[in-house]
């Protein structure tokens, strides 16, 4: 398959707990996003990356999460000291992105489910 | 900020009858871009339009661009229950080139 992938693809924390996600691109695409949704709602945007730089951050984005590209490829996507309200599917997507394209098809994940009990 | 409006939230339909929602958006967009997602899943590129009054079709599916890059709509002809789902409309515009703003979706359910 070679599609975005993301693991885990469930994770159950309790409150005040650090959690990681990772999120593999399509191979040779430049640019990595990550978004999350709760139930009943469309995607909300969070960070994207071209290539191994962190280009926008969503102000939804908390000092509480961070996101990291270190080598242009894999991303992981840290949110520290938990809460329940961060309780929500973690979509990543990809897409090729080249210099002056402007926003083109972003292909995504099967996503991350965190419940923070 | 950019605000993207989806309308109708739910749409339930009998097998054969059509289907559309509406998308708005509060700024002007460079392009409009529709997802599906199925219960359970994630969402799933279906087309991207950016010429203004633009128009394309995929088989049953239409979608438009309004003239002033703000609409948009996607029609279903003849609905089937594998068009069971939440369609979403995500927008992107102004100096972001790399930031969607998703509508909330309409969820789609087709009764045999």
């Known amino acids: 398959d070679t599609g975005v992938s993301q693991d885990p693809r469930h994770k159950i924390t309790k409150r005040g707990q650090n959690v990681t996600f990772r999120c593999d691109p399509i191979s040779e695409h430049n640019r990595l996003y990550w978004y999350r949704q709760t139930l009943g709602q469309g995607p909300e945007f969070l960070t994207y990356f071209q290539n191994e730089a962190q280009l926008e951050k969503s102000r939804l984005l908390s000092d509480r999460f961070s996101a990291e590209r270190p080598k242009g490829s894999f991303s992981t996507l840290e949110i520290q000291r938990t809460e329940q309200g961060d309780s929500a599917m973690y979509l990543c997507?990809?897409?090729?992105?080249?210099?002056?394209?402007?926003?083109?098809?972003?292909?995504f994940g099967p996503g991350t489910r965190l419940t923070v009990l | 900020g950019q605000q993207v409006m989806q309308i109708p939230q739910y749409q339930h339909v009998q097998e054969g009858e059509d289907f559309t929602t509406y998308c708005n958006s509060s700024?002007?967009?460079?392009?409009i871009q529709w997802y599906k997602q199925r219960p359970g899943g994630h969402p799933v590129f279906l087309i991207q339009?950016?010429?203004?009054?633009e128009v394309k079709k995929q088989k049953r599916l239409t979608f438009q661009f309004g003239e002033a890059k703000k609409n948009s709509s996607l029609h279903i002809t003849a609905t089937q229950t594998t068009d069971v789902g939440t369609y979403f409309c995500?927008?992107?515009?102004?100096?972001?080139?790399?930031?969607?703003?998703f509508g909330q979706g309409t969820i789609l359910t087709v009764h045999p």
């Open positions: 339009l950016v010429k203004s009054g």
């Open positions: 997507a990809s897409s090729l992105g080249w210099a002056g394209a402007g926003t083109d098809t972003q292909y």
């Open positions: 700024t002007t967009l460079s392009n």
């Open positions: 995500a927008g992107a515009g102004g100096t972001s080139y790399g930031k969607l703003t």
